[in-house]
């Protein structure tokens, strides 16, 4: 197993913190934009508003940021360390939308961290590199 | 009709997620993040079958999901699609042949029980 070295830690952690950021506050815009509905037909309404533009663009940067990151990580290092976001989004409605964090999902919360502390500090890469690289 | 539903979500999820993994790792790492190799990057992307499969398969699984909300609440439907993390987990380990430890094993748990909990 190689270890990794700093700048692929750097990058990876970069990389998953604008994963991670870009589908939390992605999602956020889309539904702050489809709860504003006006009169009329619904999709039309979606389609020009700006939130629910802004929303559809953070997602098209969620869908390309993750896909650079999956260019070298494994996807078992990804999948739970960009689970982060859950935390994010828990923490946000607290904090922005005055929402209550109950007792149990404290504990979501806590259990999301602990596993991507585990994770995170795996090797980013346990596959071999470069089977097939096209010039 | 929500049980259809949620497998076709995990399914469909899994197969997007695993084929986009080994798409990308066929690709190779992405180096150069200046705009101009990086948009030729996308552009092979683009074409790379595995990684077109996929996002066939996350749309699927999107739609699932919105057809999923209008049948059941959130706080079913996130619990129970949480299990894509465990499935995923395996077959990672087996089709991908990624080297899945101790740590990862705990990590990927500790995550499908704390994003149930989370959507509560």
């Known amino acids: 197993m190689t270890a990794s070295s700093p700048r692929l830690r750097f990058k990876t952690r970069l990389l998953a913190a604008i994963v991670i950021c870009s589908n939390v506050l992605g999602n956020f815009s889309l539904s702050r934009g489809m709860r504003s509905g006006g009169a009329g037909n619904p999709f039309l309404a979606a389609v020009l508003n700006p939130w629910v533009a802004l929303g559809v663009s953070l997602l098209i940067l969620w869908m390309l940021s993750r896909m650079t990151l999956l260019s070298w990580a494994d996807l078992t290092y990804v999948l739970p360390v960009t689970a982060f976001g859950y935390v994010l989004t828990a923490l946000m409605g607290r904090l922005f939308l005055g929402e209550h964090v109950s007792p149990g999902r404290w504990t979501g919360i806590a259990l999301i961290v602990a596993g991507v502390v585990l994770v995170g500090n795996t090797p980013i890469r346990t596959t071999r590199p470069g089977e097939r690289r096209s010039a | ?120």
């Open chain 2, 1 to 120: 009709m929500k049980w259809l539903l949620v497998a076709t979500i995990v399914g469909a999820t899994t197969c997007g997620e695993l084929l986009q993994t080994y798409g990308m790792k066929r690709h190779g790492e992405i180096h150069d993040f200046r705009p101009g190799p990086l948009g030729r990057a996308f552009g092979r992307v683009a074409r790379n079958p595995f990684v077109a499969a996929s996002v066939l398969f996350m749309a699927v699984s999107f739609f699932a999901f919105l057809a999923l909300l209008k049948v059941a609440d959130l706080s079913f439907a996130v619990p129970a699609t949480a299990a894509t993390y465990v499935l995923e987990t395996v077959l990672a380990r087996f089709l991908l042949k990624e080297r899945v430890g101790r740590r990862r094993w705990a990590g990927a748990l500790l995550v499908a029980c704390g994003v149930p909990l989370i959507a509560l």
